[in-house]
């Protein structure tokens, strides 16, 4: 009787360590696995672009192109350059960014919070004043032009021009010419430049003012005149790889400012820039 006690205690013994040995097995092979799928991942690397959203039409252009001629997939992201940066502050991952003006990729570099050799001004613009399509309003744009008296009972459609770069360039070029105190109250404020066109687009705002390639892709507005460049400071889009960012958003950017990708930027109606690094 106590041998056969032995026996089964044995036998327990037994199944317990092939058990063991068995979960052991099937978590070396889980851990396997996870490692086989991440080794997937990695193959098929994807890169995060944060952008300002007048970059939105090229971009969803090129974007495709870039993938096609190197595999990595890119997730664009637009909104405005304020809102953007403070994502990546916060702690975003995100592998390359474009910036409406220098402002806000200057106040990541402040922060050590992008790789200062990749910084590269990509593209520029202009500011130009819209009216829906419709309007038969005419304007000369010239210092003290009665733009207060074109809105009549309407609000000026602009991005925020406290933090959004286009609504800072329309602020400085409306007090360069002297119109800014008669028109400050009587602002329709948009969360980006985008916005700011939809208003005029959809006919709740008279008047707005935005980039020129933002109006170029709108039909539903027409463009009344442009800001003479003398009005603000140079539009221009600098681009950078925050910190982290994956080597496919080096990539990225250098395939913004190549022949094929500045034609692309042309054609949609960006203007060159002389700087290609700070």
Same mark, same amino acid.
């Given at each position: 009787?106590a041998?056969?006690?032995?026996?089964?205690?044995?036998?327990?013994l037994?199944?317990?360590?092939v058990?063991r040995?068995?979960?052991?097995?099937?978590g070396?092979?889980a851990v396997?696995?996870?490692?086989?799928?991440?080794?997937?991942r990695e193959?098929?690397?994807?890169?995060t672009?944060?952008?300002a959203?007048?970059?939105?039409?090229?971009?969803q252009?090129?974007?495709?192109?870039?993938?096609?001629?190197? #595999?990595? &997939?890119?997730? %664009?992201?637009?909104g !405005?350059s $304020?809102?953007?940066?403070?994502q +990546?502050?916060? =702690?975003?991952?995100?592998?390359?960014?474009?910036?409406?003006?220098?402002?806000w990729?200057d106040?990541?570099?402040a922060?050590?919070?992008?790789?200062?050799?990749?910084?590269?001004d990509?593209? #520029?613009n &202009?500011?130009? %004043?819209?009216a829906? !399509?419709? $309007?038969?309003?005419?304007?000369a +744009?010239?210092? =003290?032009?009665?733009?207060?008296?074109a809105?009549?009972?309407?609000?000026?459609a602009?991005a925020?021009?406290?933090?959004?770069p286009a609504?800072?360039?329309?602020?400085a070029?409306?007090?360069?010419?002297?119109v800014w105190?008669?028109?400050k109250?009587?602002?329709?404020?948009?969360?980006?430049?985008?916005?700011?066109?939809a208003?005029?687009?959809?006919?709740?705002?008279?008047?707005?003012?935005?980039?020129?390639?933002?109006?170029?892709?709108e039909?539903?507005?027409?463009?009344?005149g442009v800001?003479?460049?003398?009005?603000h400071?140079?539009?221009?889009?600098p681009?950078a790889v925050?910190?982290?960012?994956?080597?496919g958003?080096?990539a990225?950017?250098?395939?913004?400012?190549?022949?094929a990708?500045?034609a692309?930027?042309?054609?949609?109606g960006?203007?060159?820039?002389?700087?290609?690094?700070?």
């Amino acid at each position: 009787m106590a041998l056969g006690v032995a026996q089964a205690g044995s036998m327990t013994l037994l199944r317990v360590r092939v058990r063991r040995r068995f979960l052991l097995v099937m978590g070396l092979l889980a851990v396997a696995s996870l490692h086989a799928a991440d080794t997937g991942r990695e193959g098929r690397e994807s890169i995060t672009v944060f952008a300002a959203a007048s970059m939105t039409n090229v971009l969803q252009d090129l974007a495709p192109a870039f993938t096609k001629e190197t #595999g990595v &997939a890119v997730t %664009l992201s637009f909104g !405005a350059s $304020s809102a953007l940066a403070r994502q +990546i502050e916060a =702690g975003a991952q995100v592998d390359a960014f474009i910036s409406a003006d220098e402002a806000w990729m200057d106040y990541l570099a402040a922060r050590k919070l992008i790789m200062p050799a990749s910084r590269r001004d990509i593209a #520029g613009n &202009a500011l130009v %004043l819209i009216a829906p !399509a419709d $309007s038969h309003v005419s304007l000369a +744009i010239a210092p =003290g032009f009665p733009l207060r008296a074109a809105l009549g009972d309407g609000r000026l459609a602009v991005a925020d021009p406290d933090t959004v770069p286009a609504g800072r360039y329309a602020k400085a070029a409306l007090t360069q010419l002297g119109v800014w105190d008669s028109v400050k109250s009587r602002l329709a404020n948009a969360d980006n430049v985008r916005a700011a066109l939809a208003f005029v687009a959809r006919g709740e705002a008279p008047l707005g003012i935005v980039y020129a390639t933002d109006a170029r892709i709108e039909k539903h507005v027409q463009v009344v005149g442009v800001f003479p460049a003398a009005t603000h400071a140079p539009i221009t889009y600098p681009a950078a790889v925050p910190a982290g960012g994956k080597p496919g958003g080096a990539a990225f950017l250098g395939f913004l400012g190549s022949p094929a990708g500045a034609a692309v930027f042309a054609r949609y109606g960006f203007t060159r820039v002389a700087r290609t690094s700070r």
